[in-house]
C-alpha cells in the first residue's frame, strides 16, 4: 500500500452536477498531483498543488479546480459535469525537495457521468 | 501529436518468451524517464527509472536514448504475473508529480 488515499472510490454523477473528490498524501509528501485517465488511456495531468497552491495545470479547462490544506490533503472539484468527464481520477503525492522522487498514486475514484 | 507515443498492443506472448516495449518522447526538456505499471482497474505502480547508461532490474531491463528520444523497456522470460498495461513516463522538470504518460501498452502472458 502506497499510503495515499482517495474518496470515494466510486461516484455516479448526473451531467451539469457538480463533484468533489479527495485525497490523503503519503506521509512526508506536501506535493499532490491529479490526474485523469479515460478508459484506454494514459493518465492526463490536471494539475499540481504544492503550499496550498496551484502549481502548473495541464489542458483543462477551468471548471476543474483544487485545493490543498495544511496537512498536504487536497480536493479536485469538477462543476457543470459532462459526460466525458467519466474517468479514473488519479490523486499522486510526492515530495518537492527530493528531485528524483517517486510519486505514488492512491487507488483512484471512478466517476461515472449520465 | 502525443507527447509521448506508444505502441498500444495488445501484446500476446507466451510465457517464458522475451517482450520489448518502445517509446518516443516528443519534449527535449524532458529530465527523468519512468516505466509505471498499472493493473486492470488499480493505480499506477512505479517500474522502474530509466538512466541514460541503461538499467537493469532482475528480468527488466530499460533504456533511454535522448539524443533519438526513445525508451525503450525489456522484459525476458516472461511470467503469468507480468499481465498488466505498461506505462511509458517522462517529467520534465524533476519535481515529481508532474508526469506526462503514453497511453500505454497492454502485455498478456498466455500459459
Known amino acids: 500500500e502506497t499510503g495515499v488515499t482517495q474518496s470515494p472510490t466510486h461516484l455516479i454523477k448526473t451531467r451539469g452536477q457538480q463533484v468533489t473528490l479527495r485525497c490523503s498524501s503519503q506521509s512526508g509528501h506536501n506535493t499532490v498531483s491529479w490526474y485523469q485517465q479515460a478508459l484506454g488511456q494514459g493518465p492526463q495531468f490536471i494539475f499540481q498543488y504544492y503550499r496550498e497552491e496551484e502549481n502548473g495545470r495541464g489542458n483543462f479547462p477551468p471548471r476543474f479546480s483544487g485545493l490543498q490544506f495544511p496537512n498536504y490533503s487536497s480536493e479536485l472539484n469538477v462543476n457543470a459535469l459532462e459526460l466525458d468527464d467519466s474517468a479514473l481520477y488519479l490523486c499522486?503525492?510526492?515530495?518537492?525537495?527530493?528531485?528524483?522522487?517517486?510519486?505514488?498514486f492512491g487507488q483512484g475514484t471512478r466517476l461515472t457521468v449520465v | 501529436r502525443k507527447e509521448v507515443e506508444q505502441d498500444p498492443g495488445p501484446f500476446n506472448v507466451p510465457e517464458g518468451a522475451t517482450v520489448a516495449f518502445n517509446c518516443t518522447y516528443s519534449?527535449?526538456?524532458?529530465?527523468?524517464f519512468f516505466w509505471y505499471r498499472q493493473d486492470c482497474r488499480k493505480e499506477p505502480k512505479l517500474l522502474m527509472s530509466v538512466y541514460s547508461s541503461g538499467n537493469e532490474d532482475g528480468r527488466f531491463t530499460a533504456q533511454l536514448n535522448r539524443a533519438s528520444q526513445y525508451i525503450s523497456l525489456l522484459i525476458r522470460d516472461s511470467k503469468l504475473s507480468d499481465s498488466a498495461t505498461y506505462l511509458c513516463?517522462?517529467?520534465?522538470?524533476?519535481?515529481?508529480?508532474?508526469?506526462?504518460f503514453g497511453q500505454g501498452t497492454e502485455l498478456s502472458v498466455k500459459p
Open positions: 513516463v517522462v517529467n520534465r522538470n524533476n519535481q515529481g508529480g508532474k508526469l506526462i
Open positions: 499522486a503525492s510526492s515530495s518537492r525537495q527530493n528531485l528524483n522522487t517517486e510519486a505514488f
Open positions: 519534449n527535449s526538456a524532458s529530465q527523468s
